[in-house]
């Protein structure tokens, strides 16, 4: 390749990193977060802390009870939904949207217990899900648009983080020399560079497929509705109708459902597990049909369909979608992928490792480019500018992990209303990830603040086990090899991580080491401008 191409290709990978490189870690660290989204539902609220078998009690007259009289007054049933039991969600979990009397959409949703049946307490939203939504969509704001605009800016984030791997690959010549060297007994900053490169390139194909996944899933709501644009002037409705075909209208004849007992028996045909949820469509009317989900035969796949009639259970055949082509369950393989749900606890656990990994050369990646340019020979702005983008950089960064792992501390710690549990981790999080900002300008040195953040976010994730004991009494040690010790894997990776914190803290520079940066202003290339003045 010659020079001034490889140039290109260095800028063009160093301005796409540092231009969007906060916002690429921030999604990647909270990626690694809400990929134990069900695990940390269970550790939040004890009630979910059950064991599961196959005995489970009759759900019918309690579920369908709750149906009539929840949308008792409205003008239409649109929907019944039923999740039975699972391993990740171990309760029964019934879902309606009805009209209400203004013609308005309202949806409800109730839970029972797993062993007796019995209505579970209904908690506000809180610790889970922030946890996921902030990583999926910003919980961007309804008067900024609301979080539809979120969901496609993390999509688009996906795009930048394939366009940054893409770069790097085509800017980095010497792959194959560059994945083994270290050099650790340089400059801090080569220190850097070198983890960059190597952590870069071993975790290469799992970024890239998270990046893709990542991608898919943001921006196909975006798609979708510039489809709807161009073919249905706008109209979603529409277009769902003509990829799915139109419903079948109800015709006003009553006729007797199959019970939620009797189809939790109904088999998968070709493998002969359980139904893991149902939905009704047209409930309690002559057309209605019913779409039950079963684990998947293939683990890359969110769930496998059938559908039977609502009244005689009979399996109608003449449904195209159900039976899918390659295409779809190429769609439905990229939740699973992204998420890593195909598999187990440990296969999550390889997850998280990675998606740390992405964070931690993002992070790296723009402490390099402000390194550069405030001590080496790339930077054109006065040292106070550069001082500055440093502290905002590390406040940034430092400040998010500690605000990830301060909304534990609230959900076990919280007394006000429910209705309130969701404004109140909002505000703690964001309210901390500022602390931390602002501790990086009173500090005034990367450093030290690095040093001292990543030890504090290592000491309060070890603290997680002990307040999860001393407030539900629930001692992960106790319950790991239990039936129900999803919560306590929860507890033990919480001291895993934050001792290797405590550790990466403690191994951390309080000061640079290497001199200040010199008067030139121009490097003769991008490898040079990456050694440091020593």
């Known amino acids: 390749m010659d020079r001034a191409r490889h140039l290109r290709n260095y800028d063009l990978h160093s301005w796409t990193g540092i231009t969007l490189g906060l916002i690429v870690y921030i999604v990647a660290l909270t990626g690694t977060f809400a990929l134990f989204d069900n695990e940390i539902k269970t550790w939040e609220d004890p009630n979910l802390r059950v064991a599961i078998s196959d005995d489970t009690p009759p759900i019918n007259e309690v579920f369908s009870t709750w149906v009539e009289e929840t949308s008792a007054g409205g003008t239409e049933l649109e929907f019944v939904r039923l999740n039975y039991p699972t391993t990740y969600t171990p309760y029964f979990w019934g879902f309606i949207q009805y009209h209400d009397e203004n013609d308005e959409h309202v949806n409800a949703n109730q839970k029972w217990h797993a062993e007796t049946g019995e209505p579970i307490a209904e908690r506000g939203n809180g610790l889970s899900y922030w946890t996921l939504n902030f990583h999926r969509d910003f919980l961007w704001p309804t008067f900024l648009g609301g979080r539809q605009i979120g969901r496609w800016l993390v999509g688009i984030v996906g795009v930048v983080l394939m366009l940054a791997i893409l770069s790097g690959v085509v800017a980095h010549t010497k792959i194959r020399e560059e994945a083994y060297s270290m050099r650790l007994k340089r400059s801090q900053r080569l220190k850097w560079q070198d983890s960059h490169k190597v952590v870069g390139l071993w975790g290469l194909p799992f970024y890239a497929m998270i990046a893709f996944t990542g991608a898919f899933l943001g921006v196909v709501g975006l798609v979708s509705q510039l489809a709807a644009a161009v ?130 050369i993002t992070a790296l990646g723009s402490m390099m480019w402000i390194e550069r340019r405030k001590h080496g020979n790339e930077g054109t702005k006065s040292e106070t500018f550069y001082n500055r983008l440093g502290y905002f950089n590390t406040g940034v960064i430092m400040g998010l992990p500690v605000a990830a792992i301060s909304i534990f501390y609230l959900d076990k710690l919280y007394i006000g209303a429910e209705s309130g549990r969701l404004a109140a981790t909002g505000s703690v999080y964001l309210g901390v990830w500022v602390i931390g900002l602002v501790y990086a300008f009173i500090r005034r040195n990367d450093y030290s603040t690095t040093r001292e953040l990543l030890m504090l976010t290592g000491a309060l994730a070890m603290g997680i086990p002990v307040l999860n004991g001393i407030t539900t009494g629930d001692w992960f040690f106790a319950h790991l090899s239990a039936d129900h010790s999803i919560a306590a894997w929860v507890d033990l990776g919480m001291l895993v991580c934050g001792a290797v914190t405590i550790a990466a803290g403690y191994l951390s520079p309080a000061e640079r080491k290497t001199k200040r940066r010199p008067n030139a202003k121009i490097a003769a290339s991008p490898e040079a401008a990456a050694i440091p003045a020593e």
């Open 231 to 360: 073919a249905f002037k706008g109209d979603i409705d529409s277009l769902i109708g003509a990829v799915l075909g139109p419903e079948a209208e109800r015709t006003g004849v009553q006729v007797q459902m199959l019970s939620a007992d009797e189809i939790a028996q109904i088999r998968h045909p070709e493998t002969g597990v359980r139904p893991q949820s149902f939905v009704v469509r047209n409930y309690g009317d002559e057309t209605s049909e019913i779409d039950i989900f079963y684990a998947p035969e293939t683990q890359l796949s969110t769930v496998e369909i059938i559908s039977v009639d609502g009244a005689t259970g009979e399996r109608i055949t003449d449904d195209p979608f159900k039976e899918q082509p390659l295409a779809g369950h190429f769609v439905n393989a990229m939740s699973p992928l992204h998420y890593g749900t195909y598999g187990g606890i440990w296969l999550k656990f390889l997850y998280f490792a990675l998606g740390l990994s992405l964070s931690v």
